[in-house]
């Protein structure tokens, strides 16, 4: 099946006992045995449901993975994995990387002994000199948050591979439908599906995908044990969501293009960081490991400073000043404030993120009205 048939059917199936099209909310915590240990598939609402099998069939299908577990939100699902490491061992990420990402890292499992290195991954000459004896995991990140940097996944898996070290890749920022990891070689796929996924910012969740059924069954241990589960109306949402997931991220794209050739003759604009710019470091990686280089821009203003960049994202109307991403709206957004407050300021600057930096999401409205909001708030700076 082509990725836009498989938004409507990978994994699905009319519902047994009614003939529903659509999978229905098992809202239920536990299931009828015939006997003790004999059930239909279903013993307790923790571990499986459903809604939520439904859910995890057909994300596992848009990534071409064998296994799905799916989260009650992203961080959710770094945490199930950062719990399969044990003590001592060692994890690569990027120094570029989602602000939650690096507070789950360095604030709870940083002081129970997991060790990372955060690098600039886009060199892989700096990726293969982090490698250390006991390192167990290359978290990678890309396009990365908030500056767009494009992370060579081939190179990095190739790196990986010689020391036999576990590869991961955060595929929140492409989509599936933009960027599929496991077709170039890494060994699991993480989600935040409040994202595009689920793309109408109503819903919170997370996903883990892979091919290696010993670590999804680590993975599922954690569903069992932690119980970072989505709800069944969460799954529902989720996998409506999805059945226009490659309607939406093709309409933000072809907004996106426009906007970026706006911001990048605009008089006030500093720098832009945008994949598809033939002048960015990683153009080249981003056009053969992706399908369209993303809906997410970031860029500075000429005059760069903290209070002209406030002024600016507090005079947009149709971006609204908001956390996350990948919804139908459009948003904006302040990362040193906001999604990457979390992370040390002299570390942010370190790997090229000002505090004068601002991020958008672009959504699906029409690129005019979205570029006439921007003209307005540039003529308040």
Request: with cysteine; glycine share 8%.
């Amino acid at each position: 099946m082509k990725f836009n048939t498989k938004t409507i059917h990978a994994g699905q199936h009319a519902e047994e006992t009614s003939g529903a099209v659509m999978p229905p909310i098992f809202q239920t915590s536990t299931y009828a045995q015939s006997s003790p240990g004999v059930h239909k598939g279903h013993e307790y609402a923790r571990v499986t449901n459903p809604t939520r099998h439904a859910l995890e069939a057909l994300l596992a299908g848009l990534e071409n993975a064998e296994h799905c577990a799916a989260f009650g939100s992203g961080c959710g699902a770094m945490d199930a994995v950062m719990k399969t490491l044990r003590p001592n061992d060692h994890v690569i990420a990027s120094n570029d990387l989602y602000g939650g990402s690096y507070r789950l890292f360095t604030k709870v499992f940083e002081p129970f002994g997991i060790q990372y290195s955060f690098v600039d991954m886009t060199d892989l000459n700096e990726v293969e000199k982090a490698v250390k004896s006991n390192t167990k995991l290359i978290w990678i990140e890309t396009p990365t948050n908030p500056l767009l940097s494009v992370v060579d996944i081939k190179g990095v898996v190739s790196i990986a591979k010689k020391s036999r070290i576990f590869t991961i890749v955060d595929n929140t920022f492409a989509s599936p439908y933009l960027q599929r990891p496991l077709e170039l070689g890494v060994d699991a796929v993480v989600h935040s599906t409040t994202k595009y996924i689920g793309g109408h910012s109503d819903v919170v969740g997370g996903a883990v995908l892979s091919n290696n059924a010993a670590f999804m069954d680590d993975i599922r241990f954690q569903v069992k044990t932690s119980g970072a589960i989505p709800g069944p109306m969460d799954c529902y949402l989720l996998l409506r969501g999805v059945k226009t997931l490659a309607l939406r991220v093709q309409r933000s794209c072809e907004n996106a293009h426009k906007i970026v050739e706006f911001l990048v003759n605009h008089p006030k604009v500093g720098h832009v960081n945008y994949p598809g710019l033939k002048n960015h470091k990683g153009h080249e990686i981003a056009k053969a490991q992706m399908d369209d280089f993303g809906a997410m821009i970031s860029f500075t203003l000429k005059n760069d400073s903290i209070e002209h960049a406030f002024t600016f994202m507090s005079n947009t109307h149709l971006f609204t000043l908001a956390e996350s991403l990948g919804g139908v709206e459009s948003l904006i957004s302040h990362p040193a404030s906001m999604t990457h407050a979390s992370i040390p300021k002299e570390i942010r600057e370190a790997a090229g993120l000002k505090d004068s930096l601002i991020r958008l999401s672009v959504g699906i409205e029409d690129a005019n009205d979205l570029i006439e909001d921007l003209e307005k708030a540039f003529k308040k700076v």
